[in-house]
């Protein structure tokens, strides 16, 4: 599964073809049928095994809440950075099912821990008390799919870790209290 994620990754879904993996896996595509219906019975399963990780066993520390927001993203973004700009769209328009549970995924796991990150630093007074907790999380979730999603940030003009190291320390810069400036790291893009 990790082999086929590369594989998507760096070409895209659409452009990667049952025989592209099956030839990179060095297998029959008999063989890649007899395991896998379809692409998007692939998609589902590759989803499940590689990218659809659990959150907090990875991240679970005695942090406050400003150092966890930092080590989540940080996170992320290592799992999403080399991702190609067109996978994510490719899944929402060619792979239903797929696209279906990445979504319930990022609902359940990702938004989740955001949301509670948020309302347990307001609580700590790490962060800026007049902020609503879910107001941040759809904000910062809409900030994180505009690099992903649109045509702003091409890869050709623009470096995309660099851009979102200066989004989480521009975002986190905001939020924090006066208290919480102390545990912010040195994110420099």
């Known amino acids: ?74 996170n992320l973004i290592q799992k999403f950075i080399a991702i190609h700009a067109s996978f994510f769209n490719d899944l929402r328009k060619y792979y239903p099912s797929a696209h279906n549970l990445w979504q319930s995924y990022k609902e359940g796991t990702i938004i989740q821990r955001f949301r509670a990150n948020f309302n347990r630093g307001i609580k700590t007074g790490l962060y800026r008390r007049e902020l609503d907790p879910e107001v941040l999380t759809q904000l910062y979730i809409s900030q994180i799919e505009g690099i992903f999603y649109s045509d702003t940030f091409q890869p050709e003009q623009f470096k995309r870790l660099e851009i979102y190291r200066l989004n989480v320390k521009l975002f986190a810069s905001g939020i924090v209290s006066p208290a919480g400036q102390k545990f912010l790291p040195e994110l420099t893009p």
Not at 12 to 33: E, P
């Open 1 to 74: 599964m990790t082999r086929t994620l590369e594989l998507f990754v760096f070409r895209g879904i659409k452009s990667t073809s049952m025989d592209d993996i099956a030839q990179d896996l060095g297998i029959s595509k008999k063989t890649l049928y007899k395991w896998f219906e379809n692409k998007d019975h692939l998609m589902e399963e590759m989803l499940k095994t590689c990218l659809c990780w659990p959150l907090d066993a990875e991240v679970e520390t005695g942090e406050n809440a400003v150092e966890e927001f930092c080590n989540t993203l940080h």
